[in-house]
């Protein structure tokens, strides 16, 4: 009887641990916002998760299997095949295929038997010693660009309404390259060769080919009380069309968006973008103040590659003046 209610308890702990790991894997993620961020913080949770797995692994082996050395290679070894097998079965659930993800699998499952066999051994403090500063040590490393993509976000918390000044490093997390081709793809650089305020600006070049430029995460802010987004736009060579698009957050099929172009002449420019404007235009297209997702600014549809430099990117409140 005593045996029957431990092989149930072992049933059920092996049980509960598949249904969250295959919820968890194989059910829908998808973050619009900081999806980097959360990104990270999932491929960080594979340590943790595969950890659990090998432990109750471990916990659930029958009895039969004895030696303690076959129960640890074989808890490690079962906890590998469903890493590498989630990853070859995620793609058929719209989800993504990761090599890394199954190697973080792998790594917490021999964090978490080593763990066991280390505290096992009674007053062997290098043994567990050894074992807490391993595994610190992966957390860390694994955290590392989570820790990196929140830097961004707190920027983006504490200089709210400033969208970007590119006084900080932090800033590149938010503004990122995007479009040109495979050939030329568009690049970003915080520099000190211009700036129109504080002391260094975004130096783009926008890689030859579509929609070349660099674009804003905005985290979901609300803009309703601001009425233009500004900036100012350094062009070096000669004139040329940049535009600007604002993203709304939202699941419909066809989300509002504000898109308009500029003509840059050289030197130093200032773009104002009226977001009374977001109001205009027909129904589907009208884009909602309440939660901006993405902000762009980019040159055309097959455009040659182009060079120029953005600083002090901000909204302006409806009280302030011209």
Request: glycine share 10%.
């Amino acid at each position: 009887m005593a045996q029957d209610r431990m092989m149930l308890r072992k049933s059920i702990a092996l049980a509960v641990t598949l249904a969250v790991l295959t919820a968890v894997c194989f059910g829908p993620a998808q973050f619009r916002m900081d999806a980097r961020f959360w990104g990270h913080v999932f491929d960080a949770g594979h340590i943790p998760m595969w950890a659990w797995l090998a432990a109750v692994l471990l916990y659930a082996l029958p009895a039969r299997v004895q030696s303690m050395a076959r129960r640890y290679l074989l808890a490690f070894t079962l906890a590998i095949a469903i890493a590498f097998g989630v990853e070859l079965l995620q793609p058929l659930f719209g989800r993504a295929r990761t090599l890394g993800d199954a190697i973080n699998g792998t790594m917490g499952a021999g964090l978490a038997l080593t763990g066991i066999a280390a505290w096992r051994r009674s007053g062997n403090w290098l043994w567990r010693c050894g074992h807490a500063l391993a595994l610190v040590g992966t957390l860390t490393v694994a955290l590392w660009p989570a820790y990196e993509e929140l830097r961004g976000i707190r920027w983006r918390q504490a200089n709210f309404p400033s969208l970007g000044n590119f006084e900080e490093g932090a800033e590149l997390k938010l503004w990122r390259p995007q479009g040109g081709s495979r050939s030329q793809p568009s690049s970003v650089q915080i520099t000190r060769a211009r700036a129109a305020n504080g002391e260094q600006s975004l130096r783009v070049a926008g890689g030859a080919g579509d929609w070349a430029g660099v674009s804003y995460e905005a985290g979901g802010k609300d803009w309703s009380p601001f009425r233009a987004l500004a900036m100012d736009v350094f062009n070096p060579r000669g004139p040329f069309k940049l535009f600007v698009r604002v993203d709304e957050e939202s699941t419909a099929p066809q989300p509002g968006r504000l898109e308009r172009g500029f003509t840059l002449n050289p030197g130093w420019n200032r773009i104002r973008l009226p977001l009374t404007d977001a109001q205009s235009g027909p129904q589907a297209g009208r884009l909602s103040l309440k939660r901006i997702r993405r902000v762009a600014v980019f040159t055309g549809d097959g455009e040659a590659q182009r060079f120029w430099f953005l600083d002090n990117v901000h909204l302006e409140k409806k009280e302030d003046g011209d």
